[in-house]
């Protein structure tokens, strides 16, 4: 079929052609709109956002980290502070071209195979945005080099600041502990950019972690204006950063060091209290680390050496290590006596051994004391005196005195490491062995063993508040220090128990080596000794080994607390030697003791006194580290491969180390096994002590 043929007119073509024209103007117009719309949109209410993009993209923003705070002592001389430090760090995440990269720094800083090899490792382990060292302290020809290149060298980042600094080393590594990199958990906890930029460090352990949030400071910002390629144009203004607030404790530095040297080669440690205010002015243990290795990024081998020496140098031994106080507790069971209303003058013979049911239980003396009263049973350390007090009261009737005197009791210090101990009653054991408190368990508790665990930090705070009469505690931030209330004992016993003290050192008790050749001043202590292992009856009918027989984890702990002035005491103090043995004579703790408290009154003197004996030692602390470091390097095998001398990734905070840990465990395991009464317990064999000449 044929459709119509459609008659197209001038005025159809003239209308249709505007329609679509109008249509088509419409929509310009709206496009028109929009992006008018959008324009003015971007160009007003977002100008502040591009204006901050294309100023970003101009200015390159760099942190700059803050200064931390110095660590000072009571004197104001520092412990911790910081040093000028031109270093030079890799940001894996930014690195490009590495070979090319390594091969440039190799050439401007003049690195060894090693040092490449070991940069590569590192990098291999790090998180990507964690700085890696490539070097540090470096002079300023090389340092500047490295900084004209930059454009060459991406992913490489010079940093001219400050390195934390520790001039007492060692000898403050457990009061102090280190600054290291921030880990990558810490970072993405808190996601702030001042922890991944290069040479900032924050605590790590001990002090330094503890007060982070006033040592830190403020960061400041360094703005330098770029080209679209990277390339500097010019410095723009900075911001300064803020240093952190200087903490000061209550610590004398030059004591501390003083008691670390002379400490010598024992595992042990000292603390020393002011009896007026609870300060502490002294907290040691040693051996122990090098904390600016640790601030530095310690390697893989002396993080290795750390770990496995036996003397464990990571523990801070003044906090974390609990040891059987052994007979320094007597003037403290003297007290607890005269409370439950023993006379002083009451006698107990003593025959060097005594029967409690189907037990024997044993004096040092094994000939016996004869017949003794309070005094000459401390000043003796009669362990027959003790056990027959003991006997007659019930051990329930002398632990709260122990509390009362610190044993036991957790102090309120900036530290998270703390292990307090047992003070323990019938109570405790019910609760914790289901076991009902026996007699024997009373004797062992009487001579500071079986379950009784306190560590050296509790030993000198009991020392402390029987010296002053006082409820001291110790305080270590010089802006905390706490008052201190009576302690509620008759002044009339606490008399008694310093002049039995008094008698131990200077009345031809058991530490007469502890007596002060400074003219006019006393001393008065009592020592201890804490045995580690059992006795058996066919070793003690065959002849019980001497100390220096055994292997050195055999060997008794060796424990001295005293104070000085005897007559008006002013300070006192706290040593414990682990495994000591009482083998050397000025290795042990009366002298150990007297050099301390000699160093409080006569400077000079006491230096005198160190510097005769400690060549026979070794040398200096920093001497025989170094010696043992490299005997450690030659066993394994000479010079340090590179993966020995990488940075140790997996490090954990040194008082958390495997290490420690370990070895914490091991000593309760032991403290408990020892501490089981049942089939004989350390009362059995009695303490180990021996008058003093």
Same mark, same amino acid.
Not at 272 to 277: E, G, N, Y
Not at 494 to 521: Q, S
């Given at each position: 079929?044929?459709?119509?043929?459609?008659?197209?007119?001038?005025?159809?073509?003239?209308?249709?052609?505007?329609?679509?024209?109008?249509?088509?103007?419409?929509?310009?117009?709206?496009?028109?709109?929009?992006?008018?719309?959008?324009?003015?949109? #971007? =160009?007003?209410?977002?100008?502040?956002?591009?204006?901050?993009?294309?100023?970003?993209?101009?200015?390159n923003?760099?942190?700059?980290?803050?200064?931390?705070?110095?660590?000072?002592?009571?004197?104001?001389?520092?412990?911790? %502070?910081?040093?000028?430090?031109?270093?030079?760090?890799?940001?894996p995440?930014?690195?490009?071209?590495?070979?090319?990269?390594?091969?440039?720094?190799?050439?401007?800083?003049?690195?060894?195979?090693?040092?490449?090899?070991?940069?590569?490792?590192?990098?291999?382990?790090?998180?990507?945005?964690?700085?890696?060292?490539?070097?540090? %302290?470096?002079?300023?020809?090389?340092?500047?080099?490295? =900084?004209?290149?930059?454009?060459?060298?991406?992913?490489?980042?010079?940093?001219?600041?400050?390195?934390?600094?520790?001039?007492?080393?060692a000898?403050?590594?457990?009061?102090?502990?280190?600054?290291?990199?921030? =880990?990558?958990?810490?970072y993405?906890?808190?996601?702030?950019?001042?922890?991944v930029?290069?040479g900032?460090?924050?605590?790590?352990?001990?002090?330094?972690?503890?007060?982070?949030?006033?040592?830190?400071?403020?960061?400041?910002?360094?703005?330098?204006?770029?080209?679209?390629?990277?390339?500097?144009?010019?410095?723009?203004?900075s911001?300064?950063?803020?240093p952190g607030?200087?903490?000061?404790?209550?610590?004398?530095?030059?004591?501390?060091?003083y008691?670390?040297?002379?400490?010598?080669?024992?595992?042990?440690?000292?603390?020393?209290?002011?009896?007026?205010?609870?300060?502490?002015?002294?907290?040691?243990?040693?051996?122990?680390?090098?904390?600016?290795?640790f =601030?530095?990024?310690?390697?893989?081998?002396?993080?290795?050496?750390?770990?496995?020496?036996?003397?464990?140098?990571?523990?801070?031994?003044?906090?974390?290590?609990?040891?059987?106080?052994?007979?320094?507790v007597?003037?403290? %069971?003297?007290?607890?006596?005269?409370?439950?209303?023993?006379?002083?003058?009451?006698?107990?013979?003593?025959?060097?051994?005594?029967?409690?049911?189907?037990?024997?239980?044993?004096?040092?003396?094994?000939?016996?004391?004869?017949?003794?009263?309070?005094?000459?049973?401390?000043?003796?350390?009669?362990?027959?005196?003790?056990?027959?007090?003991?006997?007659?009261?019930?051990?329930?009737?002398?632990?709260?005195?122990?509390?009362?005197?610190?044993?036991?009791?957790?102090?309120?210090?900036?530290?998270?490491?703390?292990?307090f101990?047992?003070?323990?009653?019938?109570?405790?054991?019910? &609760?914790?062995?289901?076991?009902?408190?026996?007699? &024997?368990?009373?004797?062992?508790?009487?001579?500071?063993?079986?379950?009784?665990?306190?560590?050296?930090?509790?030993?000198?705070?009991?020392?402390?508040?029987?010296?002053?009469?006082?409820?001291?505690?110790?305080?270590?931030?010089?802006?905390?220090?706490?008052?201190?209330?009576?302690?509620?004992?008759?002044?009339?016993?606490?008399?008694?128990?310093?002049?039995?003290?008094?008698?131990?050192?200077n009345?031809?008790?058991?530490?007469?080596?502890?007596?002060?050749?400074?003219?006019?001043?006393?001393?008065?202590?009592?020592?201890?000794? &804490?045995?580690?292992?059992?006795?058996?009856?066919?070793?003690?009918?065959?002849?019980? #080994?001497?100390?220096?027989?055994?292997?050195?984890?055999?060997?008794?702990?060796a424990?001295?607390?005293?104070?000085?002035?005897?007559?008006?005491?002013?300070?006192?103090? &706290?040593?414990?030697?682990?495994?000591?043995?009482?083998?050397?004579?000025?290795?042990?703790?009366?002298?150990?003791?007297?050099?301390?408290?000699?160093?409080?009154?006569?400077?000079?003197?006491?230096?005198?006194?160190?510097?005769?004996?400690?060549?026979?030692?070794?040398?200096?602390?920093?001497?025989?580290?170094?010696?043992?470091?490299?005997?450690?390097?030659?066993?394994?095998?000479?010079?340090?491969?590179?993966?020995a001398?990488?940075?140790?990734?997996?490090?954990?905070?040194?008082?958390?180390?495997?290490?420690?840990?370990?070895?914490?465990a091991?000593?309760?395991?032991?403290?408990?096994?020892?501490?089981?009464?049942?089939?004989?317990?350390?009362?059995?064999?009695?303490?180990?002590e021996?008058?003093?000449?």
């Amino acid at each position: 079929m044929n459709r119509p043929t459609r008659i197209v007119t001038e005025a159809n073509q003239s209308y249709s052609f505007t329609r679509r024209a109008v249509a088509l103007g419409a929509m310009q117009g709206g496009v028109g709109l929009v992006l008018a719309a959008r324009m003015g949109w #971007l =160009s007003i209410a977002e100008n502040e956002h591009y204006q901050m993009m294309a100023e970003s993209n101009r200015v390159n923003l760099t942190l700059m980290p803050p200064r931390r705070g110095w660590i000072v002592d009571r004197h104001g001389v520092p412990i911790a %502070n910081n040093r000028t430090d031109f270093r030079v760090d890799i940001i894996p995440d930014r690195l490009q071209d590495k070979e090319r990269v390594f091969a440039l720094l190799k050439e401007i800083l003049v690195l060894t195979p090693e040092d490449i090899e070991r940069i590569k490792l590192d990098i291999k382990g790090a998180a990507g945005f964690q700085p890696v060292q490539v070097a540090q %302290n470096l002079d300023w020809e090389r340092f500047a080099a490295v =900084s004209v290149r930059l454009p060459e060298l991406p992913g490489v980042a010079p940093t001219r600041g400050f390195a934390r600094n520790y001039p007492g080393g060692a000898a403050v590594a457990h009061l102090t502990g280190y600054v290291g990199s921030a =880990s990558a958990e810490q970072y993405r906890k808190t996601r702030d950019p001042l922890l991944v930029t290069p040479g900032f460090k924050l605590g790590k352990d001990g002090l330094e972690k503890a007060l982070e949030s006033e040592l830190r400071g403020v960061p400041g910002a360094k703005r330098i204006e770029v080209t679209a390629r990277g390339k500097l144009v010019r410095e723009l203004a900075s911001r300064t950063d803020q240093p952190g607030k200087t903490g000061r404790l209550t610590i004398d530095i030059g004591l501390q060091e003083y008691a670390a040297r002379r400490l010598g080669t024992n595992s042990g440690s000292a603390v020393v209290i002011d009896c007026l205010t609870g300060e502490m002015l002294a907290m040691v243990s040693m051996p122990a680390y090098d904390p600016n290795s640790f =601030s530095d990024g310690i390697s893989h081998l002396e993080w290795q050496m750390l770990s496995d020496d036996d003397h464990v140098p990571l523990m801070n031994k003044t906090l974390q290590g609990l040891y059987p106080p052994g007979s320094t507790v007597k003037p403290m %069971n003297a007290l607890a006596l005269m409370a439950a209303g023993i006379d002083p003058e009451d006698r107990v013979s003593c025959s060097g051994a005594m029967r409690v049911g189907n037990g024997v239980f044993h004096c040092h003396k094994r000939g016996g004391h004869g017949a003794l009263n309070m005094k000459n049973a401390v000043m003796q350390s009669c362990d027959i005196y003790f056990f027959e007090m003991a006997r007659r009261l019930g051990y329930g009737r002398i632990a709260p005195v122990a509390r009362l005197l610190g044993l036991g009791q957790k102090f309120d210090l900036p530290f998270a490491s703390q292990r307090f101990g047992t003070m323990p009653d019938p109570a405790w054991k019910l &609760a914790k062995y289901k076991e009902e408190w026996t007699v &024997a368990d009373s004797l062992n508790a009487s001579i500071g063993q079986g379950y009784v665990l306190a560590n050296p930090l509790q030993l000198a705070v009991m020392a402390s508040r029987i010296a002053s009469g006082r409820q001291l505690q110790p305080s270590i931030l010089a802006d905390q220090v706490p008052p201190a209330p009576t302690l509620g004992i008759d002044p009339a016993h606490l008399a008694r128990v310093r002049d039995a003290m008094y008698g131990v050192v200077n009345e031809g008790g058991t530490g007469g080596a502890a007596r002060l050749l400074v003219p006019g001043v006393a001393i008065a202590a009592k020592t201890g000794t &804490a045995q580690v292992r059992r006795i058996t009856m066919a070793e003690r009918a065959s002849g019980v #080994l001497k100390n220096g027989q055994l292997p050195f984890k055999l060997r008794d702990h060796a424990l001295f607390v005293c104070f000085a002035p005897a007559d008006k005491p002013r300070y006192a103090a &706290a040593i414990v030697l682990e495994h000591n043995g009482h083998t050397v004579r000025n290795l042990d703790t009366p002298m150990i003791g007297r050099d301390i408290m000699t160093y409080l009154f006569d400077r000079d003197r006491a230096v005198a006194a160190l510097a005769e004996v400690e060549p026979s030692w070794g040398g200096d602390i920093r001497t025989r580290m170094a010696a043992s470091a490299e005997e450690y390097r030659l066993a394994a095998g000479g010079a340090p491969s590179a993966v020995a001398a990488a940075t140790e990734a997996n490090a954990t905070a040194a008082t958390e180390a495997p290490a420690v840990t370990a070895a914490a465990a091991a000593s309760t395991a032991n403290a408990a096994i020892v501490g089981n009464t049942s089939g004989g317990g350390i009362a059995a064999e009695g303490s180990t002590e021996s008058p003093e000449p």
